[in-house]
């Protein structure tokens, strides 16, 4: 079944549970409000975030700079500034536009739009990242035909729920292949696709609400490839075919490491894949469902932690995805310790390496059974 076959009246039957439980949020709230209360600190961004967002902004643009000043002719050269772009690409939507988007980056509404904006810059369309991501995902995550995120399709079974093909046993093989094509999708065909589903859906009701949105999608993917492509072959002192290769190489590496990232967050052994009811019932409160299907990694490193924008801790942010990813370490032994006291988990994995071997032990046991 996919997302798309859902409907808004269908959305609108998923209820989570109440349970004596649910007092697990009301405590947490209080204590997470109360540490940036009694350290006089704000939610949102702060000078390390800043410069962050700085250092990201210059390690996509510099080396795009570079490219169209005609600085050097050597392809090699060339392809390695594109591949630096990638992980450029991939830290500036964790890192920036990601919070901006929530609105967690800043308390100004315009310095969010603006930061969010960023998003044209990756080859995306901000109105449609609101829905699948702000809307569906954190709304109904890992719950099959409403969350976008596990729905890839028949080529890969990201849930246990998904149909079941032969070709599936092979998946923790190939998947990583099809990971890094990711951003490319988005970049071209996601976003049309995505607009004209929603709106079937009835998630986009109203004419005037779609034709702003394909207006957004359509001048946004022109801009994008105005100036990530057709510049570069203009100016580039290269040949075309250059730039497209290296086009092509940014994507790769920015959509696998964006891929990584997200599914070791909840496409993983330890997470959970409910259904609802036939009522539409969720077993579980919204805030407990969210700590049975998300786990952390890394949370030790901090250079991790830099660069996926604190998208290491998963858990945190699903739970608190209006404050910003700096202060999700300082939140996390809140979080952590809370849950335990209700005698509720909290997963997460040591390193990356270890997380990424969960994930692909999860994508060989859901490509046998």
Avoid at 176 to 185: H, I
């Amino acid at each position: 079944m996919s997302i798309f076959s859902k409907t808004t009246s269908d959305l609108g039957k998923i209820r989570f549970a109440k349970s004596s439980r649910d007092e697990f949020v009301t405590t947490l709230r209080k204590r997470v409000n109360a540490y940036f209360k009694e350290n006089n600190i704000s939610k949102h961004a702060n000078l390390h975030m800043v410069i962050k967002t700085i250092s990201i902004l210059l390690i996509y643009f510099v080396p795009y700079g570079l490219i169209l000043s005609g600085v050097t002719s050597n392809i090699w050269i060339h392809l390695a500034l594109w591949a630096i772009m990638g992980f450029g690409m991939a830290g500036l939507g964790m890192s920036v536009m990601h919070d901006a988007v929530h609105g967690a980056y800043s308390k100004s509404p315009f310095w969010n739009k603006m930061l969010g904006s960023t998003i044209f810059f990756i080859g995306g369309a901000v109105s449609n990242w609101k829905l699948q991501h702000n809307e569906m995902h954190h709304s109904f995550t890992n719950i099959h035909g409403y969350d976008h995120d596990i729905d890839a399709g028949p080529i890969l079974r990201i849930s246990p729920h998904d149909k079941l093909f032969s070709f599936h046993r092979f998946q923790y093989i190939y998947a990583w292949g099809f990971y890094s094509l990711m951003t490319l999708y988005w970049a071209t065909g996601k976003d049309f696709a995505q607009s004209f589903q929603y709106k079937a859906m009835g998630v986009i009701k109203s004419k005037e609400r779609f034709r702003k949105l394909m207006f957004e999608v359509v001048t946004s993917k022109l801009f994008y490839f105005a100036y990530i492509v057709a510049l570069p072959i203009i100016f580039a002192p290269v040949a075309w075919w250059v730039s497209v290769i290296g086009f092509i190489v940014m994507h790769m590496i920015a959509g696998l490491i964006l891929s990584c990232v997200f599914q070791l967050a909840h496409v993983m052994n330890e997470t959970e894949f409910p259904l609802p009811d036939d009522s539409g019932s969720i077993e579980n409160s919204w805030a407990i469902h969210q700590l049975f299907t998300t786990v952390n990694f890394s949370k030790n490193s901090k250079i991790m932690s830099w660069f996926v924008g604190g998208l290491n801790y998963q858990i945190e942010h699903h739970l608190f995805p209006n404050i910003c990813h700096v202060h999700y370490k300082d939140i996390s032994d809140i979080v952590k310790r809370t849950a335990a006291e209700f005698g509720l988990p909290y997963h997460t994995e040591k390193n990356f390496v270890v997380a990424l071997r969960n994930h692909a032990s999860m994508l060989k046991s859901l490509g046998r059974a």
